[in-house]
T-cell receptor, first 114, second 113 residues
């Protein structure tokens, strides 16, 4: 069975400061991991994905995440927050032996203060 | 290429009615999955179709059903609607190679009154 825990339901940062959104996962087999962003009243947009290649994954809009197997973590970071980054972020795991079912974390709402 | 298209964007239905939602995947994607998003339960997997066959099903009652056509378009149906079925229903398509990204549609917002 697979599961995802996003450790913070809300994160608030000032514009121009770093962003850290934390995610821990549980998976029986080698997982694929994703981060998605959802702006209000919109669908989900893929930020980045880890698929057993490089452990440091770079995504769109300056985001990156590091896969740490020993810590079962996949935290999302960005060096400098922008007002447009305010949204809800979802960490997602796909067990590569369980078909195409995605398991979502509970989400982290990122607020960016001017 | 065009993204994932979900129709309609918004729906209001009465308890007891049934509803059908549609999803057209990205051209060439044969895997289509459906998810329900609610404030209380978050995003939950409903089912996945690949080449017109249901491959996985989440933990939802039998009132929730789906199908996929030969052109990969998918529909989901909810019968005997309940107030708790009010949610954003999201469809995702993917090329089923391992680790490939999933592209989501903008969703259908269903309100049951």
């Amino acid at each position: 069975a697979q599961s995802v825990t996003q450790l913070d339901s809300h994160v608030s940062v000032s514009e121009g400061t770093p962003v850290l959104l934390r995610c821990n996962y549980s998976s029986s087999y080698s997982p694929s991991l994703f981060w998605y962003v959802q702006h209000p009243n919109k669908g989900l947009q893929l930020l980045l994905k880890y698929t057993s290649a490089a452990t440091l994954v770079k995504g769109i809009n300056g985001f990156e995440a590091e896969f740490k197997k020993s810590e079962t973590s996949f935290h999302l970071t960005k060096p400098s927050a922008h007002m447009s980054d305010a949204a809800e972020y979802f960490c997602v795991v796909r067990d590569n032996n369980a078909g195409n079912m995605l398991t979502f974390g509970g989400g982290t709402r990122l607020m960016v203060k001017p | 290429k065009a993204g994932v298209t979900q129709t309609p964007r918004y729906l209001i239905k009465t308890r007891g009615q049934q509803v059908t939602l549609s999803c057209s995947p990205i051209s060439g994607h044969r895997s289509v999955s459906w998810y329900q998003q609610t404030p209380g339960q978050g995003l939950q997997f409903l089912f996945e179709y690949f080449s017109e066959t249901q491959r996985n099903k989440g933990n939802f009652p039998g009132r929730f059903s789906g199908r996929q056509f030969s052109n990969s378009r998918s529909e989901m149906n909810v019968s005997t609607l309940e107030l708790g079925d009010s949610a954003l229903y999201l469809c995702a398509s993917t090329d089923p190679r391992v680790g490939y990204g999933y592209t989501f549609g903008s969703g259908t917002r269903l309100t049951v009154v």
